[in-house]
C-alpha cells in the first residue's frame, strides 16, 4: 500500500506540472524572444545595465553558430578550469569582463545562441591542448525557447555524458534567470536539469538566487544577457568560488582515501575437516572382484594338500552378469559345468544365473 501511494502521488505531480506548463506554452506569444526587442515586452521586463557591442566572430561549420575558444598559457602552479557556455560567456571570451584567480587559469568555449545540443556537438569535435584539471558547463538557457522539456532533459543528458566521457571532474552551473521568459517554466527547466545531474552523478549548483528580478540593472536591455557591470560580475564570482569549491573538495577527498589505513589481506581459510558420525563400514575386500577367478567341477572328496599347507574347499556363488562375464565365456563355463536346471536351488542373484565354483584357500601350518 505505501507503495502504490507513492506511485499515485508521482503520477498526480506529474500531471500537475505537465498543466502548468501546457498554459505556459500556451501564453508562449507574451515570452517570445524571435523578435530584438520583443514588441510585447514591457518596460518591467527590460534591463537598464549596459552591455558591450557584439563582435563578429567565425561561424563553425558544425552548427553554423558563432564559435570562440580561448585557451590560458600553461601555469604550472594553477590548476586549469574550462567552461563550457553559451553567449553568457561572451563578454568574458571579449575581454570585456575580465576573470582572474591567484590558484586558477581559465579556459572559455563559448557557443552564442547555442542548446544543449549544439553544445554537445561543439564540445566532443573541441581539440585541447592539455587536459583540464575541472570543466563547469553552463546549464543552456537556449532550450527554453527551443522544443520541450522533455526534448531538452535528454539533450541536455547526453551533453553531461559526453563530458564525462572526456573530464572526470565536472560540474554544472545553473544559467542565469531570463526577465522576458515566464518564471514558472524557468523553473521547470532548472528542476529537470537538476534531475538530469543528480542522475549522472553531477553536482549542479542554482544560482537564481543571485540574480533578483528587483535590480534591473543586473540585465542589459534585452533582458536575456546580463549586463557587464554588476550582472557579469556576479556570474564572474559565481564561477571562481563554485571552481574554488570544487578543486578542494577533489583534493579533501584525495587525502582522506590517502589517510584511509591499508585493508590487510584476507587470512587463509582451512579446509574444512568432514566428519563422519555413524555406523562403521566393513572394510574393503583385499582382492578385486573383478579379477579372474579359477573355477572348477564340484568334487566330493578332499584334493591332497601342497607340500606346508592344507586345502580346505567351500562353494561360492558367482553372480554372473552380462557386465563381468560375456556370452561366448558363459556358454563356455556352461559346457563345463552345465547348468542344472531341473533342480530348483536359491537364486543369489536377479541379475543373472549363478554358478558353483571351487576356491582354494591355502592355510600355513
Known amino acids: 500500500m505505501p507503495r502504490l501511494k507513492k506511485h499515485n502521488r508521482s503520477i498526480a505531480t506529474k500531471k500537475s506540472m505537465e498543466e502548468r506548463l501546457a ?8 515570452v517570445s524572444t ?23 566572430w567565425p561561424v563553425s561549420p558544425l552548427t553554423g553558430r558563432s564559435h570562440k575558444m580561448i585557451i590560458p598559457a600553461e601555469s604550472p602552479d594553477k590548476k586549469f578550469v574550462l567552461f563550457v557556455g553559451d553567449s553568457h560567456l561572451r563578454a568574458i571570451v571579449d575581454g570585456h569582463v575580465k576573470i582572474s584567480h591567484k590558484q586558477l587559469s581559465f579556459g572559455l568555449m563559448s557557443t552564442p545562441g547555442a542548446d544543449a545540443k549544439d553544445l554537445r556537438t561543439e564540445m566532443v569535435s573541441a581539440v585541447l591542448p592539455r587536459t583540464p584539471d575541472l570543466v563547469c558547463v553552463l546549464a543552456p538557457s537556449n532550450n527554453l525557447t527551443k522544443g520541450t522539456l522533455d526534448q531538452a532533459a535528454v ?9 564525462l566521457s572526456l573530464w572526470p571532474k565536472l560540474f554544472v552551473l545553473d544559467f542565469p534567470p531570463r526577465r522576458n521568459v515566464d518564471q514558472d517554466l524557468q523553473e521547470l527547466f532548472r528542476q529537470e536539469f537538476h534531475r538530469v545531474a543528480a542522475r549522472k552523478g553531477v553536482r549542479y549548483y542554482s544560482i537564481a ?3 533578483p528580478l528587483s535590480q534591473r540593472d543586473l540585465w542589459s536591455w534585452d533582458g536575456v544577457h546580463l549586463s557587464d557591470g554588476s550582472g557579469m560580475r556576479t ?6 568560488d563554485k571552481s574554488s569549491l570544487e578543486l578542494a573538495m577533489a583534493v579533501a577527498q584525495e587525502e582522506s582515501r590517502s589517510m584511509l589505513p ?9 579446509a574444512p ?6 555406523e562403521a563400514r566393513s572394510p574393503r575386500p583385499l582382492h578385486n572382484p573383478l579379477d579372474w577367478k579359477v573355477v572348477e567341477p564340484r568334487r566330493t572328496g578332499s584334493s591332497s594338500p601342497p607340500k606346508g599347507g592344507k586345502v580346505q574347499l567351500r562353494d561360492c556363488y558367482i553372480p554372473l552378469t552380462p557386465v563381468w562375464f560375456s556370452p561366448p565365456m558363459l556358454e563356455m563355463m556352461d559346457s563345463v559345468r552345465p547348468g542344472n536346471l531341473d533342480q530348483k536351488e536359491p537364486s543369489t542373484s536377479a541379475k543373472g544365473p549363478t554358478v558353483m565354483c571351487m576356491q582354494r584357500v591355502f592355510i600355513s601350518q
Open 23 to 30: 498554459a505556459v506554452v500556451a501564453s508562449a506569444p507574451l
Open 34 to 56: 524571435t523578435c530584438f526587442p520583443p514588441p510585447t515586452c514591457g518596460p518591467s521586463r527590460r534591463g537598464t545595465g549596459r552591455r558591450h557591442r557584439v563582435s563578429t
Open 155 to 163: 539533450d541536455f543528458e547526453e551533453l553531461l555524458t559526453s563530458a
Open 209 to 211: 538566487e543571485f540574480f
Open 235 to 240: 556570474l564572474v564570482t559565481l564561477l571562481c
Open 262 to 270: 591499508a585493508v590487510p589481506a584476507p587470512a587463509p581459510r582451512l
Open 273 to 278: 575437516r568432514l566428519v563422519v558420525v555413524g
